[in-house]
């Protein structure tokens, strides 16, 4: 089994920019695709991003694309969420997660571990 802590949430004022950390402990991340998700107050949870085992694969919700970048450092078992040109929308509560491929990430169910979200909030 893995655990999963975010970091890096924060204030950021619109068009700024935050990189999100996933610390990983327990299992090697090796067997795992991570994703990020978020919900903003009232809403649903959202998938936002996900990364294949190797790194090589990555997918992305069309409302980040060109502005979010999601990466793995496997050897620190770390996953990334570099956020550019923030928006107010973009205000959220961010969680990691991990699973057994990319597939599985993407739909957000079935997945091993999630951890217990960082809040990003975005000012005008």
């Known amino acids: 089994q893995v655990q999963l802590v975010e970091s890096g949430g924060g204030l950021v004022q619109a068009g700024g920019s935050l990189r999100l950390s996933c610390a990983a402990s327990?299992?090697?991340?090796?067997?795992?695709?991570m994703g990020w998700f978020r919900q903003a107050p009232g809403k649903e949870r959202e998938f936002v991003a996900a990364?294949?085992?190797?790194?090589?694969?990555?997918f992305y919700v069309d409302s980040v694309k060109g502005r979010f970048a999601i990466s793995r450092d496997n050897a620190k078992k770390t996953v990334y969420l570099q956020m550019n040109s923030l928006k107010p929308e973009d205000t959220a509560v961010y969680y990691c997660?991990?699973?057994?491929?990319?597939?599985?990430?993407?739909?957000?169910?079935?997945?091993?571990?999630w951890g217990q979200g960082t809040l990003v909030t975005v000012s005008t």
């Open positions: 990364i294949n085992w190797s790194g090589g694969n990555t």
């Open positions: 997660a991990a699973g057994p491929n990319i597939a599985v990430v993407r739909s957000g169910y079935n997945l091993d571990a």
């Open positions: 327990g299992r090697t991340l090796f067997n795992y695709a």
